[in-house]
Nanobody, 121 residues
């Protein structure tokens, strides 16, 4: 799977940013798509993930501020991030899990290249 992430950048506290992730590669089905993040000196953590059935899970720290939704393009999701805080500063990674290809092959998960989000106080 190829994951193309876009968005990110620098904003001040309270600002908004949108991240998008598009998966490609002769994909038949993706079980879930979402975003993780890794702040300096910390482990990578789940931000939000959406299953193919439409169930979305959010980290407690972003509930009510971030919104993950499918975009009109196939196998594309967007993460709308509102009311950003300095603690949201991290490299954000797009993730897909449970990828089935038209060939019948299966891939447990894939990662995008990461996009930096910086929130200044």
């Amino acid at each position: 799977v190829q994951l193309q992430a876009s968005g990110g950048g620098s904003v001040q506290t309270g600002g908004s940013l949108k991240l998008s992730c598009a998966a490609s590669g002769s994909i038949f089905k993706i079980n879930s798509m979402g975003w993780y993040r890794q702040a300096p000196g910390k482990q990578r953590e789940l931000v939000a993930v959406r299953t193919s059935g439409g169930i979305t899970q959010y980290a407690d720290s972003v509930k009510g501020r971030f919104y993950l939704y499918p975009e009109s393009a196939v196998n594309t999701v967007a993460l709308q991030m509102n009311n950003l805080k300095p603690e949201d500063t991290a490299v954000y990674y797009c993730n897909v899990a449970g990828v089935t290809y038209y060939s019948g092959n299966y891939q447990s998960q894939g990662w995008g290249q990461g996009t930096l989000v910086t929130v200044s106080s």
